[in-house]
């Protein structure tokens, strides 16, 4: 078998990292956590986890410190901000990302290397017609 540590190397390490997102997942429905940079400008970008979501945010706001050198650190429990508390800021732009997605990527990927390379022919067909039925009850949930 052709390049077998690094399949299982692979493989460790995506499990270790779907591990610790299962963990920062149920912390974050206790805790929120995350980190911020305060640009020249008056725009603030925010990163962090809070309620079973990776978010990224760009605040336009005028920041009441000074711009930091770098990223700062934040933590806020549902009591409220541990650190500090913004003003009224308008959101420009926000990425908000499931803990579910993530994990299953990364289980994904510690999986995929042991999925055989070669396919038979009813397997592609049972594939194609598969995914068809994914992307036709997409189409069908959207009208």
């Known amino acids: 078998m052709k390049f077998c540590?690094?399949?299982i190397?692979?493989?460790v390490v995506s499990a270790i990292l779907a591990g610790l997102l299962c963990f920062l997942w149920v912390r974050s429905y206790s805790y929120g956590d995350g980190v911020y940079c305060v640009d020249n400008a008056s725009q603030r970008t925010v990163a962090g986890l809070n309620a079973g979501c990776m978010y990224l945010s760009f605040l336009d706001e005028s920041p009441s410190e000074p711009p930091s050198n770098g990223w700062v650190y934040f933590s806020f429990s549902p009591t409220g901000?541990?650190?500090f508390q913004w003003k009224s800021?308008?959101?420009v732009q926000e990425i908000d990302v499931p803990f579910w997605?993530?994990?299953?990527a990364a289980?994904?990927?510690?999986?995929?290397?042991?999925?055989?390379?070669?396919?038979?022919?009813?397997t592609l067909l049972i594939a194609t017609t598969l995914v068809?039925?994914?992307?036709?009850?997409?189409?069908?949930?959207?009208?």
């Open 101 to 104: 997605f993530v994990v299953t």
């Open 107 to 122: 289980f994904s990927a510690s999986v995929l290397p042991w999925i055989p390379r070669r396919f038979s022919l009813r």
């Open 5 to 7: 540590k690094l399949r």
């Open 89 to 91: 800021s308008v959101r």
């Open 9 to 11: 190397t692979w493989s």
């Open 81 to 83: 901000f541990k650190g």
């Open 132 to 143: 068809a039925v994914v992307l036709g009850l997409i189409v069908w949930a959207t009208r």
